[in-house]
């Protein structure tokens, strides 16, 4: 944890009454900014909140999904917190979301996530991470039009899942949607990062503030 960060939500103290997008201000019980560790190396994201994080106001957390991805990164060692919590305890990985609000009907709109872009964007400008870790395949597939060289469309998650991607400034390591993955397909995740990440010196300089 960085030595200057005093708590992992929201750190960077973004709009927690944001109105930007008129569809979801009605329907949303909070808004859901990035969680965890500032310094963090490794950044996880979603395409948007799920009704278990909305409740908890925190990225990957509750019921299903949210706990799978905390059982993930415990056993990795980034969690140090049971997988249920609702502010995980948490070092050097951070959560989020490409948009911060959750219709309870339907996914976010094409416009919906270009609307959030500033707050993610942001948050990937702040951490700086050397790894990001997208979760699903619309999020693989935004996020390859600006950190990859690659066609969105040659992406498929199912392909992907546990795979290590090379990408402009950083390295993409893509996970299937927690919510139905099975326990090989995070086990597999669990193994490529611990056999193929974290076992070797996956750090870039560039850009990099000393930790």
């Known amino acids: 944890m960085d030595a200057n960060q005093t708590e992992f939500a929201n750190p960077f103290g973004m709009d927690p009454d944001c109105e ?3 569809g979801l201000c009605s329907v ?3 808004v859901v900014h990035g969680y965890g560790d500032v310094g963090a190396e490794f950044l996880v994201v979603g395409e948007r909140p799920t009704a278990a994080a909305e409740a908890n106001g925190v990225p990957f957390t509750g019921a299903g999904g949210g706990e799978r991805v905390q059982s993930i990164f415990a056993d990795l060692g980034f969690v140090r917190s049971e997988p249920d919590a609702a502010e995980p305890d948490v070092q050097n990985v951070f959560f989020t979301n490409l948009t911060r609000c959750r219709h309870p009907e339907r996914e ?5 996530i270009v609307t959030c872009e500033p707050f993610f964007n942001a948050e990937v400008r702040m951490i700086n991470p050397q790894i990001i870790v997208p979760v699903g ?7 390859a039009v600006e950190y990859t060289t690659r066609s969105p469309d040659s992406f498929d998650i199912e392909a992907e899942h546990a795979t290590t991607i090379r990408g402009r400034g950083f390295e993409l390591v893509p996970m299937r949607d927690p919510g139905t993955m099975t326990d090989a397909a995070a086990n597999a995740f669990r193994d490529h990062l611990r056999e193929n990440v974290l076992s070797r010196d996956y750090r870039q300089t560039k850009g990099r503030r000393s930790r």
């Open 20 to 22: 930007n997008c008129p």
């Open 28 to 30: 949303r019980e909070t």
């Open 108 to 112: 976010p709109t094409d416009e919906e």
């Open 137 to 143: 395949e619309r999020v693989l597939r935004s996020l």
